[in-house]
């Protein structure tokens, strides 16, 4: 039978036959059964003579006890300014069929709990203490009954109670002076301006020092904090340490220094530092900046914990861990939470558990708790990867301490997430100038009335004669008097700084400049080592069986070593193998990457029958760098962003995420808009992410044609990001080459191919890798320049449509010429081939998308000098045609405007000018006459 049978709903046979396999091997059964019957063997013994009135009774009592665990949650204290909801059928012993009556009866039911055979009045008193009142816990839901009984066994033992010595409690007082002082002093001497406040919340610093000692002491070294703006100055100044003065300097700042471009707002800023805990462990913290789209940085922080374990800490995720802090309505409603915690036991995501810390001020905004979800929690979330739950009064500091240290116990323990709900509220409106009582006219009635948690906890303290409420006053004053000494100071700093994100990794990275993108540096690499590693990747192990497909893949891809004729794929693998082979980490990550999504790359070999892989690119050489390449799940925000965070904390490897097609990237445009096309002018931030985006009209739709290359072009502006389209192998090799090769990190966002993948003309030899580096423009060789009388600018696959065409009409006067970077656009090298065609009378930009997409609008305000014209698809509120025979037509069409034929003395052959429809004959003749 099941041993998690509700014992309400068992059997007396049933439960004879679990106690006969408990007889037989205890491990058997569950561990809530093995404590009853360790202890009740006498009672068994009564109802097997018939007296079944005691087991009865202590049946109603194990009831009792697993409906406290189960749904004790519901009837907590934990609301500081609200009454509950209420919730039926209650705990009342009535509805376990008990009395009044058996309130002195001794049950030997309280040795589930912890406390021998008791009164049902102490099981009853205990149960309350453990989960009603400032504290309520959900666990029951989770799977895995070693975690369920040690999560019991830490609640339900009284030698696990919330028992704080005097200095420990001075400490939290300590902590609460700080946070609410720092919030008041800020609301005094910035009147108006937003910060938005922690005050109603301000339990979260006592609770985050207590997270970072705790965590010091079981072995942590470094935290990765995501937090969005509530509270964000507070945590800043009381957790991270960052001076107040520069705090405070940042609300009258006129002027940034000059390595930051634009800045942000003062509530966005990130921060590292290493702090000294009390217990003088050395701990680092890595607070994250962040947008002001809630939820964005969660990915983020689990990406940058990731790459520090993998780095710093040998993969031990006893040594670092993140801590995300939600708000309740964004945690209930933002879809990339849920993406986010899908990845939290994923292999190539895991980040050994993260705390999560939940700011519940019971509204989103405007919108009230009720409006903001269906759930009955907001952290209800979290039993989708059946992860514990703790539901706290945020006007209770000891008891949310107490849940924090819970916390850090089980995180290092079972390295899963853990949520913690703290029952808080908003003094003032969303910022600081709202008017809540528009919205929450009750709420707000009970909020002003209420006392900060500061003071409440100042009462309690004098009353257990740890603090008096004049030694308290008297603290409080020494820190307002601290708090104007670093004002002073502040008005002495002249120009806002914003901290680089980690600085000692990027100590030894500059930023870009203008001129760092007139040419590439080299990335060749020599045959003889290229031809090495061709070999390493295609060989397979002995003895191993593998598919016979794969076989005959590894053998084409020998032969194009051999006869140089390298492909698309076995360029980007090359580039791989090179890298790592020069000691450069490399990670590739997407819905499809191992194998690739039009099955070009095939990194890993499945071998035949079994589960097994075979990942050539970790065989290259003893001593290369890692190469990790992942599957990832159905996701695109949330991978993008964890991605984006691994590349933060890796400047020295190479980051890529690959979308399945391009245009799924708009999935995750928060992460492009908000970090990888601004993150360097708003923070300084620099990332060397790349981006694989398959791009390309093929007939595949309108959700599987374009990657909106004219996206990234609106938002290309001061060097902050690479767009290239790229269509030859080497140079795909040298560019991905070129981002781990420069002294700054620029994020590269790479439109790839999809046809172009097996497409025959689409080879590079083995000389176009061991010599050059990286081609921004491609000019045209196959023709006399001084013939020219039509240059056709172009990017990406449709090159190949007009080379076909070309090469079909021979034709020697017209020049095709490849933008392979659009920015930062070649300025230069274009212009030395405007000038390099001094016969030419058109210029023609030609490419597939419809002209209000694509790169035409960008194009035409960077090539002035000439009177370039567009040859493009129809202006389109879609990208593509869903028929594959009006693609067709619509490509011909494009491809003919550039060779058209016409009926005059050149018929059957293309005209040079295009032929205007209504034209007379001699017309045309005079125009071919002009050429």
């Known amino acids: 039978m099941d041993n998690n049978t509700y014992l309400s709903n068992i059997t007396p046979q049933a439960l004879e036959e679990l106690f006969a396999t408990w007889k037989k091997d205890a491990s058997l059964v569950d561990p809530t059964w093995q404590k009853f019957f360790e202890g009740f063997e006498f009672a068994l013994a009564h109802y097997s003579n018939g007296q079944s009135m005691v087991l009865d009774a202590e049946f109603k009592v ?49 040795k589930q709990i912890g406390i021998g055979p008791s009164k049902l009045s102490d099981i009853i008193s205990h149960l309350e203490k453990t989960y009603c009142q400032s504290i309520g816990a959900e666990y029951m839901f989770i799977r895995d009954t070693e975690v369920v009984a040690w999560l019991q066994e830490k609640m339900e033992s009284s030698q696990n109670r919330t028992n704080f010595s005097p200095e420990q409690k001075k400490h939290i007082f300590h902590h609460l002076k700080q946070a609410i002082g720092f919030e008041q ?63 405070f300097s940042e609300f009258a700042g006129e002027q940034y220094e000059e390595d930051v471009a634009l800045g942000d707002v003062k509530y966005h800023l990130g921060y590292s530092t290493q702090i000294t805990t009390d217990k003088g462990n050395e701990v680092m913290l890595n607070l994250l900046p962040n947008p002001s789209h809630l939820e964005t940085v969660g ?68 919108t009230n708790y009720i409006d903001a979800r269906s759930s009955t929690y907001s952290t209800d979330i979290a039993k989708v990867t059946k992860s514990p739950i703790f539901h706290v009064n945020g006007d209770d500091p000891e008891a ?79 820190y307002d008097s601290h708090l104007e000494e670093k004002l002073t100071a502040a008005s002495a700093i002249k120009k806002v700084s914003i901290q680089r994100f980690l600085p000692k990794e990027w100590a030894g990275f500059r930023y870009s400049q203008a001129q760092d993108f007139d040419i590439s540096p080299s990335t060749a690499v020599s045959q003889e080592k290229l031809v090495a590693i061709a070999q390493k990747i295609n060989q397979l192990p002995e003895n191993t069986p593998f598919l016979k497909k794969l076989r005959k893949l590894i053998e084409d891809r020998q032969q194009m070593v051999d006869t140089s004729k390298l492909d698309w794929a076995m360029a980007e693998l090359l580039a791989y193998g ?27 070999y499945a071998v035949e029958n079994s589960d097994e892989k075979y990942f050539p690119l970790k065989h290259i050489s003893p001593n290369q760098a890692p190469f990790h390449v992942y599957n990832s799940h159905l996701s695109e925000y949330g991978v993008l962003g964890f991605e984006y965070g691994y590349s933060l904390a890796m400047p020295n490897g190479l980051t890529i995420w690959e979308a399945q097609f391009g245009d799924f990237h708009n999935v995750a445009q928060p992460i492009i808009d908000q970090y990888i096309s601004s993150a360097e002018d708003k923070w300084g931030l620099q990332s060397g992410l790349t981006l694989l985006l398959p791009h390309g009209f093929e007939g595949q739709g309108p959700e599987h044609s374009s990657a909106r290359v004219e996206r990234f072009l609106t938002m290309a502006a001061r060097n902050n990001m690479q767009l ?97 970077q659009l920015y930062p656009f070649p300025t230069k090298q274009v212009e030395a081939v405007l000038k390099g065609y001094p016969n030419a009378l058109k210029w023609l930009w030609v490419q597939e998308e ?18 370039i014209e567009p040859v493009t698809r129809a202006a389109s509120g879609s990208p593509a045609v869903g028929l594959s025979k009006i693609h067709t037509m619509e490509q011909e069409e494009i491809i003919g405007k550039v060779f058209r034929k016409c009926d005059c003395e050149l018929k059957n052959k293309y005209c040079g000018l295009q032929c205007l429809e209504g034209s007379k004959q001699t017309d045309r003749k005079s125009q071919h006459e002009l050429l």
């Open 578 to 604: 090179s890298l790592v082979d020069e000691g450069v980490p490399v990670r590739i990550s997407g819905q499809d990457s191992e194998r690739g999504t039009f099955s070009h790359r095939h990194a890993v």
């Open 850 to 867: 419809p002209k209000n997409m694509g790169a035409w609008n960008f194009i035409r305000d960077r090539i002035t000098t000439v009177p």
């Open 299 to 366: 990915p983020v922080a689990e990406g940058v914990t990731r790459a520090r374990a993998n780095t710093l800490y040998g993969k031990d995720f006893n040594k670092i861990a993140p801590i995300i802090i939600h708000g309740d309505a964004a945690i209930a409603a933002q879809g990339v939470v849920y993406e986010t915690i899908q990845m939290s036991q994923l292999k190539g995501y895991k980040t050994g558990g993260t705390i999560h810390l939940v700011i519940n001020n019971q509204v989103g905004f405007t």
């Open 62 to 110: 194990i009831n009792l006890i697993e409906s406290y665990r189960k749904r004790g949650h519901l009837f907590t204290k934990t609301n500081p300014v609200r009454t509950r909801r209420k919730y039926s059928p209650t705990l009342d012993i009535e509805n376990f069929g008990l009395t009044s009556a058996d309130m002195d009866t001794t049950f030997q039911a309280g």
């Open 724 to 820: 290239v389209n790229c269509t030859t192998p080497a140079n795909m090799f040298h560019v991905l080459r070129r981002q781990v090769k420069r002294s700054f990190r620029v994020p590269l966002v790479v439109f790839t191919p999809k046809s172009l993948l097996r497409h025959p003309l689409c080879v590079s030899s083995l000389n176009e890798f061991t010599q050059n580096s990286f081609r921004e423009v491609i000019n045209d060789t196959a023709v006399d320049a001084q013939d020219v009388k039509r240059v056709v600018f172009c990017t990406g696959k449709v090159y190949f449509d007009l080379l076909q065409r070309k090469q079909h009409f021979e034709a020697r006067d017209i020049a095709l010429v490849r933008i392979e």
């Open 400 to 478: 949310l301490v107490h849940t924090i240290r819970l916390a850090m116990d089980y995180r290092q323990k079972f390295h899963t997430d853990v949520f913690i709900d703290i029952l808080c509220y908003r003094r003032y409106g969303h910022n600081e100038g709202d008017e809540p009582r528009f919205t929450q006219p009750t709420l707000y009635e009970a909020i002003t009335k209420h006392k900060n948690t500061r003071d409440l906890y100042t009462l309690s303290l004098a009353a257990e004669t740890v603090l008096s409420e004049a030694e308290a006053k008297e603290l409080i004053l020494q």
């Open 185 to 247: 002093f800020i609301h005094k001497k910035f009147i108006g301006q937003k910060r938005f406040s922690l005050e109603g919340a301000e339990s979260l610093i006592p609770a985050m020092d207590a997270a970072i000692e705790r965590g010091a002491e079981l072995g942590i070294k470094e935290f990765v904090i995501g937090m969005a703006h509530r509270g964000r100055l507070n945590v800043l100044a009381n957790i991270m340490q960052k001076p107040e003065e520069k705090i």
